[in-house]
């Protein structure tokens, strides 16, 4: 009678009966149409999916290399009044206002300084600042003067040269202007008449240019005043070509004295002509006289007049020219009706600049200097009325023609409805109608946003966006359009930058409106992921300060306090200013107080914040270790969001690195910051927490260098010395045996507790006499490394004892060596190979040296320092003594055979190397969170994508969704007909490179998947064909032991587990569109887990299977809980997470021998556990771990082969196991016995049970496998393959079913595996 130990759980039953006995909940015949709807999916999150990389972007150079300033301007009139020039004919009537005076009302001279001072003050409206110089009817001298004396006042800044030449000549086409003779201009002034003969002396542009100088601008109001735009250019070229020949006439003779001249730049001098080479200008007399000079300084006035000359004035026919002139209002007063003119005329040439020019070119003649861009504004004007009457404006840099811009038809707009309204305002005094125009302009700019994309035209109203950004009335809503706009992605942040938003945004953190603050701090983050170049403006304007007080407000939403922290770290960066201003603000303990936030991506950039803060800042650390922030982050580093524990683990990395001066202090801190980590998160789930503990631990290698350099040499020692290799800690560390991987120990207790678990096979090998001393004697090679080696080529290396935290250290980073994701393994392996080249570099022969190190104490007794730093206990004092010795100096001898720097003496304060370090490996976890912020926040995860029911993804899940539905419902049929009929028909048949050790179907592709020895295979069960095999990049020692489908209901990845310990999930797993299968994370799943005895059941007769009486890795997968369940060659079970990827509890088995076979309910609440000495154990997962055990059945006397959960037609749950023995027991989950046994044939390999169909198979030693039906009837065997003279089956190693089909799978042996089903393949 076999008897069972039962645990009563009071929950146990209520689970069983909720479940009604089904793992599979939607294998029942009842299940919704939509439970794949609601199963969750794993490993779909960005860290999962996206490349780990920052902005994948090209910063565009919105910002100018100098701006410049128009600091002197030249205002050259050559009037002569009164007097026509002899080459122009004028009408009559005819223009003559000039500046808006007519010069016939008073007399010449008078008029003439009246026309000066006017236009002085016209363009004083656009730089108010600049130096101005009249010069009225001027001598050739006088303009010489004129010009090289503001030259050399403005130095390097842009100086203007206004030119109006309507009373002299026209230029000609030798590239010269006009000006007067000194007799005419003396009489002019001596005798105040006017003189009836004038003389005009030509002026060579060619002599203007080198009075000039550059940077300069000209502006020309003359007829054919594009001839001097040519002739320009030619003496432009004629001047460099004259440098050339001067500086190669320098080089010649030197000795000569001949000074060298600076290379002339007057091509880059901007020119503004009012007509073309071959065009006069109009002479209408409704115009004034210098037309071209009213549309570049007094805009507003002259687009008005012409607007009311046009024939569509007639809208408005009370308006006469007149009445213009009395328009009320300030141009700089936005709020007046001529003030709100000039803001509309401002926006819409800004719009029609951007969107026709090239942005360089706009950058250069709009944002880099204020009196360049208003004079480029009113040009465009110009070009439009002047052309109007038969003129083209001409400027260099060339423009393309702007005067028929759709733009234009808005101002024309703004004009009519302001006219409209003028006779109304000016008689009752009452307040003007507001333009529409710029809500209009936001209405179409949002319109813009409902469909714009980066392939589409960029939207035309962004520069309108910019100009209502101050205003109180339109900003919100401004605000509001251009953090959707920048949140298109990098390109839309380039082309707002272009358009030179950045000083409004950052003159708008000045504001105290607490509605803005979302909307800034969204635009920051925004600009600071595409450029963080701006951080040293927003710490010149004290911008931070405005972050600071949006991160500390708790009345803020979590995630607008989540951008001012990532601004704030970007502010910070790598800039010490900005650190400084930052620590003046309390950043510290701002970040600290939050770091229980329930926002997991505030806590992440909190740390990040931090990280930053004191990265290469002493200052920064000591203000947190005064607040032990490091202890803070310790609990983050459980943080259910692996994104979070790997910012934790940077943030201590970098808070090790950051120390400037070492101290005992200092050391101390660091050395628990270390061990924490290395107990903590040496093996987590995630491969990007691991990543940046190997980048974290690299800081410990470089800042105390030595002594891992002591570490690498008793290594190098033990690797020699076969006795120590025995006993060492090191050995097996890199080059470990498959099935011994899994009793290796872990940094907390690898020279604790488990000393004796450790070395209980490999003590056998010396003799228990001796081995307590040779223990002790052989840990002589950590003491004194150099013994062995040599060690005047190592210089004073310091002594370190048994299980010191380096000891630990190095142990840690030698596992991580051998990670199972190759990234974090290549990672780990710069820095211990780090510490291993300069072993191999700096070792000499031994015959070089003779001398000794004098050992300086003996090492203690290892049992004394045993378990050092486990859970529970604190960390040792370093002291000089105990830790870290520093032994004599020793003299270098050999040197003269090999010139190497010595290592430097350490003491308790480390390496004393001055200057930071450079590390040995990155990663780019901190700058592809910081991409994130620079993509579209509405395409964050695929999982959001495919809420959108329009979008591809959620179209194509819909699709799966019905495929797999229709499955379940058409393997029905065979399910019910099966348990009368046979399995025996063979569909499927291939070879394997090597005999298939599992086999698993996908439950709904055709596909088959096999491993075999380290590789797995995806064949196409259907079809035969073989879509992928190769290894699954673990130890050439280890065997897949455990495959799995995850999120089989959609888009599925393959998971393999080895008996090393290690899984891996793989993606694209069939070989999709010819990609090979991509390795999406992998991680060591029984790492530091108590090895279990070996099977007494290894040695059964005839097994083919389990000899090695190893069961190697067992997994069980739960969809709907996310949850793996791992066991094997351990006491425990472990359940680990994979949505915070996480272990989620160890449950002890209570067995001291290996688990073999392992089945969960489905439904995250029962577990059953078959062992190797026959055992059965039940386990409810929702009790605590030690007394989750609620039932062990001891019926098996023999290594359990399968645990399969079951439900019945009556409700009663089921559990059904089998043994190497053939007996197959079938267990009530609520009875202490089993209710019912098949004997089957005496000794099997393997055994399966289909989920759904009343079904189960075993193959027999005897390569046999047999059918049986729920009652225990033989349904059929199968013995040999299908075919002509078919051959007998090898002996079958793995049996599975498909999860629905009513398929077979077998794996035998020699390498070949079959698929057999209930009907012959059609």
Not at 849 to 860: D, F, N
Not at 1122 to 1150: F, M, N, S, Y
Request: glycine letters at 4%.
């Amino acid at each position: 009678m076999v008897t069972g130990d039962l645990f009563y759980s009071p929950t146990m039953s209520e689970s069983v009966d909720n479940r009604n006995g089904n793992k599979h909940d939607e294998y029942n015949n009842t299940h919704p149409d939509d439970v794949d709807w609601k199963l969750p999916i794993a490993f779909n999150k960005p860290r999962h999916t996206a490349t780990i990389e920052g902005v994948n972007c090209i910063t565009q150079t919105w910002r100018m290399k100098e701006r410049m300033k128009t600091v002197s301007v030249a205002l050259v009139l050559c009037l002569n009044v009164g007097v026509d020039p002899p080459d122009v004919v004028k009408t009559q009537p005819c223009a003559r206002l000039e500046c808006w005076i007519d010069p016939q009302l008073m007399s010449p001279q008078k008029a003439l300084e009246m026309i000066g001072k006017n236009l002085q003050l016209q363009y004083e409206r656009w730089q108010p600042r600049a130096r101005y110089k009249q010069s009225l009817d001027p001598t050739v001298e006088e303009v010489k003067k004129l010009c090289t004396s503001l030259r050399r006042n403005a130095k390097e800044e842009r100086v203007l040269f206004h030119y109006n030449g309507h009373g002299v000549p026209k230029p000609t086409s030798n590239g010269e202007i006009w000006v007067f003779n000194r007799v005419s201009r003396l009489a002019s002034l001596i005798f105040h008449c006017r003189i009836t003969y004038t003389q005009y002396i030509p002026l060579s542009v060619y002599d203007l240019q080198t009075w000039m100088g550059a940077p300069s601008i000209y502006v020309y109001d003359c007829s054919n005043a594009g001839i001097i735009v040519d002739s320009f250019q030619q003496f432009a070229e004629q001047h460099e070509r004259e440098y050339e020949m001067e500086k190669q006439a320098v080089q010649h003779n030197r000795t000569a004295g001949v000074a060298s001249a600076t290379a002339p730049s007057y091509k880059n001098c901007i020119q503004l002509a009012a007509c073309a080479a071959s065009q006069i200008l109009p002479m209408n007399p409704d115009l004034p006289a210098d037309i071209f000079t009213a549309c570049l300084t007094t805009p507003i006035t002259i687009a008005l007049r012409w607007f009311v000359m046009q024939n569509t004035s007639k809208l408005v026919p009370k308006v006469s020219l007149d009445l213009i002139d009395k328009i009320p209002g300030q141009l700089s007063d936005r709020r007046t009706m001529l003030g709100e003119l000039n803001w509309i005329f401002t926006a819409i040439t800004d719009t029609i600049a951007w969107n026709t020019l090239p942005r360089d070119l706009f950058q250069r003649l709009f944002r880099q200097d204020l009196l360049v861009a208003s004079l480029f504004r009113n040009f465009l004007l110009a070009e439009r009325i002047l052309r109007s009457y038969d003129c083209t404006p001409v400027s260099f840099p060339k423009l393309p023609p702007t005067f028929q811009h759709p733009m234009w038809q808005a101002w024309d707009l703004a004009l009519d409805l302001s006219l409209a309204q003028l006779a109304a305002v000016l008689e009752s005094e009452t307040l003007f109608v507001h333009s529409p125009f710029f809500e209009e302009q936001l209405t179409a700019f949002q319109v813009w946003l409902t469909l714009g994309s980066k392939s589409r035209n960029p939207p035309e109203q962004l520069p309108i966006v910019l100009q209502v950004l101050l205003s109180q009335v339109h900003r919100l809503r401004a605000l509001e359009l251009l953090g959707k706009f920048l949140d298109l992605g990098p390109w839309a942040v380039n082309l707002a930058l272009s358009v030179g938003i950045f000083p409004y945004v950052l003159k708008l953190l000045q504001s105290n409106a607490r509605e803005l603050r979302p909307l800034l701090v969204f635009i920051w983050a925004k600009i600071l992921a595409v450029d963080s170049t701006c951080q040293a403006d927003l710490v010149r304007d004290h911008g931070h300060k405005y972050f600071l007080s949006v991160l500390q407000d708790p009345t803020i939403p979590s995630e607008h306090r989540t951008l001012a922290a990532f601004v704030l770290a970007s502010i910070v960066n790598n800039y010490p200013a900005g650190q400084e201003a930052a620590l003046k603000g309390s950043l510290v303990s701002i970040c600290l107080e939050q770091l229980g936030d329930p926002n997991p991506l505030l806590r992440q950039w909190l740390c990040l914040c931090l990280a930053r803060l004191w990265h290469n800042y002493d200052a920064a650390r000591w203000c947190g270790v005064r607040d032990i922030a490091h202890e803070k982050l310790y609990t983050l580093l459980q943080d259910p969001i692996p994104e979070v524990r790997a910012a934790a683990v940077y943030a201590l990395g970098t808070f090790i690195n950051s120390v400037t001066k070492r101290s005992e202090h200092a050391n101390n801190i660091d050395q628990i910051i270390a061990m924490t980590l290395i107990n903590t998160v040496s093996h987590d789930m995630s491969p990007l927490v691991r990543k940046e503990l190997v980048v974290a631990l690299q800081w410990m290698v470089l800042h105390f260098e030595n002594s891992f350099v002591t570490l690498a040499v008793a290594e190098e020692n033990s690797r020699r010395d076969p006795v120590v290799e025995t006993l060492s800690p090191f050995t097996g560390m890199r080059r470990i045996g498959s099935r011994d991987r899994l009793k290796i120990l872990s940094p907390n207790n690898a020279y604790g507790t488990d000393t004796t678990d450790f070395s209980q096979d490999r003590m056998k090998r010396v003799s228990s006499s001796s081995s307590i001393s040779s223990l002790g004697n052989n840990w002589e090679f950590v003491r004194k490394p150099c013994e062995s080696i040599g060690q005047s080529s190592f210089g004073n290396l310091p002594s370190l004892s048994y299980g010191s935290v380096y000891m630990k250290l190095w142990h840690g980073l030698c596992s991580l060596d051998s990670d199972p994701h190759p990234s974090v393994a290549t990672m780990s392996q710069k820095v211990t190979n780090h510490i291993r080249n300069q072993v191999k570099e700096c070792s000499v022969p031994k015959e070089v040296t003779e001398a000794k190190l004098p050992s300086i104490s003996l090492p203690p007794s290892p049992s004394s320092r045993a378990s050092f730093l486990t859970k529970g206990e604190s960390l040792p004092t370093v002291s000089a003594t105990s830790e870290i010795l520093r032994p004599p100096r020793v003299p270098l001898h050999g040197s003269r055979t090999r010139k190497t720097p010595p290592i430097n003496t350490i003491t308790e304060e480390a390496d004393e190397v001055l200057g930071f370090k450079n590390p040995l490996t990155t990663s780019l976890f901190v700058e592809w969170n910081c991409a994130q912020f620079a993509q579209p926040v509405s395409l964050e995860s695929e999982t959001e994508s495919t809420n959108d029911i329009e979008s591809r993804a959620h179209y194509e899940r819909e699709w799966r969704y019905l495929r797999n539905k229709k499955q379940r419902r058409d393997a029905k049929e065979e399910q019910i007909r099966v348990a009368r009929g046979r399995l025996e028909s063979q569909v499927f048949h291939t070879r394997s490179p090597q005999p298939p050790e599992v086999v698993t179907f996908h439950p709904f592709d055709k596909h088959l998947a096999v491993a075999a020895k380290d590789c797995f295979g995806i064949w196409d069960w259907q079809t035969g064909t073989r879509l992928t095999y190769c290894t699954s990049r673990g130890s050439k020692m280890a065997r897949v032991t455990a495959l799995g489908f995850i999120n089989s209901h959609d888009v599925a990845l393959l998971m393999t587990g080895s008996d090393d310990g290690s899984v891996r999930i793989w993606k694209n797993y069939c070989n999709m569109l010819g990609r090979d299968p991509t390795l999406l994370t992998a991680w060591q799943a029984l790492a530091d887990a108590q090895p279990a005895s070996k099977s007494p059941s290894a040695g059964v007769p005839g097994s083919t299977v389990h000899n090695s009486a190893s069961a190697g890795l067992i997994t069980s997968w739960e969809q709907r809980s996310l949850t793996l369940a791992v066991t094997g060659d351990v006491r425990i079970v472990r359940l680990w997470d994979a949505e915070t990827e996480l272990k989620k509890q160890d449950i002890p088995t209570g067995a001291d021998i290996c688990a073999t076979c392992l089945d969960t309910d489905g439904s995250g609440t029962l577990m059953a556990l078959g062992c190797g000495d026959g055992s059965v154990r039940l386990f409810d997962r929702r009790l605590p771990p030690h007394e989750a055990r609620v039932m062990t059945w001891r019926e098996h006397t023999a290594w359990v082969l399968g645990a399969y959960f079951r439900g019945t037609a009556t409700g009663a749950p089921r559990l059904i196991t089998g043994s190497l023995s053939g007996d197959i027991r079938f267990f009530d989950l609520r009875k202490n016995s089993s209710v019912n046994t098949v004997q089957t044939a005496q000794g099997i390999t393997a055994m399966a049970v289909h989920n759904v169909a009343d079904i189960f198979t075993c193959a027999s030693m005897n390569q046999c496998i047999s059918v049986y039906n729920m009652s225990g009837q033989n349904l059929n065997a199968i013995k040999s393959y299908e075919g002509f003279m078919g051959t007998r089956i090898g002996p079958v190693s793995c049996l599975n079913f498909h999860p629905y089909r009513v398929v077979l799978a077998a794996g035998c042996m020699d390498s070949s595996v079959s698929v057999y089903a209930s009907e012959p393949r059609r």
